[in-house]
């Protein structure tokens, strides 16, 4: 390993330094800013297209304000629809350190939660410290496998991970469709797909359940912010972690410097399929007690969203993460209070990205000074 | 600045040399696990269709209204499947020893198509199986999957990636039927095609100006037609639902060649959508292997550095290619709509956007292969409504996984075969 320490890292800074390391302030928080700014602007117009006047306009999001940080129970709100994005952003980002796009991860959540939910329903009479960890590791090891297939397939055929991931997605869609109506899964007594409930002693506990039963915030989070942490150290304390980024800054130099693309591309593939099992998991065990149908509701495709605006940093992520969360939570109360759709935050979200990965529109916009790079991830099929 | 662009020849004399070696071990290994796949499904057409099946299949071969009928064809169910499946263990077997090297491809499709057959023998097996109505379907349902590989390769050929072919077809389907409901069918089938050609606007000044990452643009297109159109719906379709009420285009049946049997309905029978399809694989072809223009889009994609030396504008090249890629990619969205039910549904067009994709790297960024490749697809899901109809005991979810499955086995076995064009996701910047 030790001739792999030095050329990728020293021929590939400026790439990596695109990415995130670099904690400038203006790259990683001031263009962040506005582009959520700038996508809240166009959302006030596109309110105002359907027919509504600027005053319903600003109660929409005055409601998304107080859905989002307008009590403890928006907050506690907030924190609990970011937990799982956290995971899926976890997920998104690492691959996108060793240069794979994982657009699975709604795929990976699904599979991690029917993998949870079994678990959890099917033992009884554990103790919560075991069961527990027992049904978070079957989530993981259920996102797991369904990230491995991606991974060897890119390895092994080059069939590029963006295609493969979206059709597993399906794929994870029809197979929790088929399981819920077997025998196994479903809730005695229902003719409609549903899973058997899980065990109490494999539920997260709720954690501010004793000021008010329905602060839904739950263990998940403190799960979430310890994988965050050890994402964190896996990357940039580890020499696993030194083969993604050289993997993903340069694979040819990656190779010649001796290392097993293969064994980057499965593994890495794995634990951002493992990570989404965990947020589909704690979805799961956290929120939900059983599963339904596309029981992950989009959370994988934000995920892409939380690891752009978190420049695929763990940290970064666990911010942009709440600042989603905050959209969610806001975004249903904005349906309720002011009629507003909830997939006005899809749009948001959207332009969120796209201003983020083009800092380009946001400087010429602002007249900022700042030269701005554009994020460059994938190379094309072939490589 | 950025990586992709920078020259390295040296390494990639070595990296040539060594993947040449590579590849041959893989495709050692790659004929051994594609006949084993072979075997695998002799086999089961031997061990779980033949006993399942008894007395005749049929199959019908005209529709009532034809002008000349065709008489049903009978053929006895298990006798033609012990044929079909040893057809198949000789495939497979001769694929794992010696295997079929350059006509490998073909090989497995002949082979797929053979199981097909099998397939269709066991499910008609004991009842009437309308051949016709199976292929008319077959051939409309791979209309947006070859118009979605169309736009593409137009895309692709110029050297930009384009993952947005979804939210073209997505865009297009929505705009399509709130036109087609105010306006008509032909200016909704024209706004839906400049809602594609708006889209990939986008898509061109991101990627070519901006040099943002065409996966991440590609993949935020799609996440914001689907956000935008879903809103859209909900805000305004719900409440004026006369709004999501357009008008179906007919088939128009071309006369004469409408008659043939078989043929007729299948080709000359169908939608203007259909005939739109055929027109601009046609033309495209042309366009891209005839003309100067399709030469240096071609040169663009293949070489920018070398095209931009001789003076062809890569920009321009680029903007063109792409904007005509997505207007294909709007058009194939009207199918969804106006060519089939005349309302709009959130995310309708269901990875159809994606399928097309496949079905682009499975026809080698060719147009006409790529249609051939989107008729495999528009088969397997017909053939997935046909077995709902019959009630065949497989659970349905699995019929519907299939077309994702397929795309999975091509996209991984296809595409270490074809190469796409050289430049192909590269953003150029003039020196």
């Not at chain 2, 088939?251 to 043929?263: E, F, N, S």
């Not at chain 2, 939608?271 to 027109?279: K, L």
Request: with cysteine; hydrophobic share 55%; aromatic share 8%.
């Amino acid at each position: 390993m030790t001739a792999a320490q030095t050329p990728p890292e020293v021929a590939q800074r400026g790439f990596v330094q695109q990415l995130t390391t670099s904690v400038n302030w203006r790259t990683g928080l001031l263009i962040p800013f506005l582009a959520v700014v700038t996508a809240l602007i166009i959302g006030i117009v596109l309110i105002m297209l359907t027919g509504s006047s600027f005053g319903q306009a600003m109660d929409a999001y005055a409601a998304l304000l107080q859905g989002s940080v307008g009590s403890v129970k928006a907050i506690s709100e907030t924190l609990t629809a970011a937990t799982p994005l956290i995971l899926a952003g976890l997920s998104v980002a690492i691959a996108f350190r060793a240069g794979l796009f994982n657009i699975g991860a709604e795929g990976q959540m699904l599979v991690g939660g029917m993998c949870a939910v079994f678990v959890g329903f099917s033992i009884t009479g554990l103790p919560i410290y075991i069961h527990l960890p027992l049904a978070l590791l079957a989530g993981f090891i259920g996102g797991a496998i369904w990230g491995f297939i991606p991974g060897v397939l890119k390895a092994k055929t080059g069939a590029h991970e963006v295609i493969v991931t979206i059709m597993l997605n399906y794929i994870a869609l029809r197979l929790v469709d088929f399981f819920l109506k077997t025998e196994l899964f479903q809730r005695e007594g229902r003719n409609d797909p549903v899973s058997k409930t899980v065990e109490a002693s494999a539920q997260l506990t709720q954690m501010l359940g004793w000021m008010n039963p329905a602060l839904r915030v739950h263990l998940g989070l403190i799960v979430a912010l310890i994988a965050a942490g050890v994402i964190h150290w896996l990357l940039f304390r580890t020499t696993t972690g030194f083969e993604f980024r050289a993997v993903g800054a340069n694979p040819s130099a990656a190779r010649y410097a001796g290392m097993s693309i293969t064994k980057v591309y499965v593994l890495v593939m794995m634990i951002a399929g493992g990570l989404a099992g965990l947020a589909g998991s704690g979805q799961i065990l956290g929120v939900l007690d059983r599963a339904t149908p596309g029981f992950s509701s989009n959370i994988g495709f934000d995920g892409i969203a939380v690891a752009l605006l978190g420049r695929s940093n763990p940290w970064g992520v666990v911010a942009a993460a709440v600042l989603f969360g905050g959209l969610r939570a806001g975004g249903q109360q904005m349906q309720v209070s002011a009629d507003v759709g909830i997939d006005l935050i899809a749009v948001i979200q959207a332009l969120i990205i796209i201003f983020v990965a083009a800092p380009a529109l946001i400087t010429a916009m602002y007249r900022l000074k700042t030269p701005a790079v554009s994020t460059q991830i994938s190379k094309g099929w072939a490589s | 600045m950025n990586q992709a662009s920078m020259p390295m020849p040296r390494e990639s004399y070595e990296l040539t040399g060594k993947r040449t070696k590579e590849l041959t071990k893989r495709q050692i290994r790659k004929a051994r696990i594609s006949g084993i796949v072979l075997l695998l499904l002799s086999g089961l057409v031997m061990l779980v269709f033949v006993p399942a099946v008894s007395g005749v299949s049929t199959f019908g071969l005209s529709t009532p209204d034809d002008a000349i009928q065709l008489d049903s064809l009978a053929v006895p169910s298990a006798g033609s499947l012990w044929v079909l499946s040893s057809v198949l263990a000789f495939l497979g077997a001769t694929q794992f020893f010696r295997g079929f090297q350059g006509k490998t491809t073909i090989i497995l499709g002949i082979s797929f198509g053979v199981f097909a057959i099998a397939l269709m023998v066991w499910a008609a097996s004991g009842q009437e199986f309308s051949l016709i109505s199976m292929l008319v379907a077959t051939v409309s349902r791979s209309t947006p999957i070859a118009l979605g590989a169309l736009s593409g390769i137009l895309c692709e050929r110029s050297g930009v990636v384009n993952i947005g072919i979804e939210g073209m077809l997505l865009g297009g389907a929505f705009t399509g039927v709130v036109m087609g409901s105010l306006l008509g069918g032909w200016i909704g089938l024209l706004s839906a095609t400049l809602t594609g050609g708006v889209l990939a606007l986008l898509l061109a000044v991101l990627a070519v100006k901006f040099r943002v990452d065409q996966i991440i643009i590609g993949v935020v297109i799609n996440i914001l037609v689907l956000g935008l159109t879903s809103f859209l719906t909900a805000q305004v379709l719900v409440k004026k639902p006369e709004l999501n009420d357009a008008p179906i285009f007919a088939a128009v049946k071309i006369p004469v060649l409408g008659d043939i049997p078989i043929i007729g309905p299948m080709f000359f029978d169908q939608t203007i959508i259909v005939y739109g399809m055929f027109i601009l694989i046609g033309s495209v072809t042309y366009l891209l292997f005839r003309t100067r223009w399709g030469l240096r889009t071609r040169a663009v994609g293949e070489n920018p550095k070398a095209a931009d030396s001789l003076g062809v504008s890569v920009a321009k090249v680029r903007y063109l290619a792409v904007i005509y890629g997505g207007m294909v990619g709007g058009f194939a969205g009207a199918w969804f709509t106006l060519g089939s039910v005349g309302r709009f549904d959130e995310n309708m067009t269901g990875g159809r956007g994606f399928i097309g994709l496949a079905a682009m790297i499975f026809g080698a960024w060719n147009p006409i292969g790529a249609f051939l490749a989107a008729l495999i697809f528009g088969f397997s899901e017909s053939l997935q409504q046909k077995f709902a109809l019959l009630n065949i005991p497989i659970p349905s979810e699995f019929l519907a996984m299939a077309p994702y499955l397929v795309t999975i086995v091509v996209v991984a076995g296809v595409v270490g075969r074809v190469r796409p064009p050289a430049a192909d996701g590269q953003p150029y910047e003039k020196q």
